[in-house]
């Protein structure tokens, strides 16, 4: 099993709607949670972390955190053509704390 | 300027041949890390650092070896470059665990 899994897609939308992002772990010990977004030849961009359970909203983004479940997720609100990317879930594992663990990243495209 | 910059951009050589990637940052931070990342399997750790004397292997990292000159600067070599080491790489660079990670924009390699 991989530390950190995402479905890889692609998930398309179209613009406006909500985009549901979902990640899960292995490591019930897990401690810190990030979502990058990466376009297309780019390098990874942090958008959001998460670090206790519930949601926690920035803009039209939102990160939701469930530890007894090992999930987390990312959901995009009033999608736009520009979230058009793929997007990383990363995971800070505690049993090997200072460095993170990514999802192979899962392709989001939002036609217009 | 960048905060982590990534030198080249973009380089070609032939299977072989010595190659140095560097990378150096303006960030401040302590920990630095070379990620390569391959179209379907995500990024993959290569080597860390959390300090100039702390040199720490990922999952992949035969074949490459690293130096830590600075804080600010942590070089990769691959000292016989071969077609499979063709990727993406990139530099990262974190100011302690929860923090996430800051990327640099990434070098383009291909060995033929």
């Known amino acids: 099993q991989k530390e950190v899994e995402q479905n890889s897609g692609p998930l398309s939308v179209p613009e406006g709607a909500i985009a549901s992002l979902n990640c899960t772990y292995s490591d019930r010990g897990s401690q810190s949670f990030f979502w990058y977004r990466q376009y297309s030849g780019k390098s990874p961009e942090l958008i959001m972390s998460?670090?206790?359970?519930g949601d926690k909203e920035d803009g039209r983004f939102t990160a939701q955190l469930n530890k007894a479940s090992q999930y987390v997720s990312l959901l995009i609100r009033d999608s736009q053509p520009s979230d058009s990317a793929t997007y990383l879930c990363?995971?800070?594992?505690?049993?090997?704390?200072?460095?993170?663990?990514f999802g192979r990243g899962t392709q989001l495209t939002v036609w217009p | 300027d960048a905060d982590v910059t990534q030198t080249p951009r973009n380089r070609i050589t032939k299977t072989g041949k010595r190659i140095m990637l560097e990378c150096s940052q303006t960030?401040?931070?302590?920990?630095m890390y070379w990620y390569r990342q391959d179209p379907g399997l995500g990024l993959r750790l290569i080597y860390y650092?959390?300090?100039?004397?702390?040199?720490n292997k990922g999952e992949i990292s035969d074949g490459y070896s690293v130096s830590r000159q600075a804080q600010a600067k942590f070089s990769l070599s691959l000292e016989s470059a071969i077609p499979n080491q063709t990727a993406l790489y990139f530099c990262a660079t974190s100011d302690g665990d929860g923090y996430g990670y800051t990327f640099g924009s990434g070098t383009r390699l291909t060995v033929v």
């Open positions: 990363a995971v800070l594992r505690g049993s090997t704390l200072g460095r993170l663990y």
């Open positions: 960030k401040g931070h302590d920990r």
């Open positions: 998460i670090y206790s359970n």
């Open positions: 650092s959390f300090d100039v004397k702390d040199i």
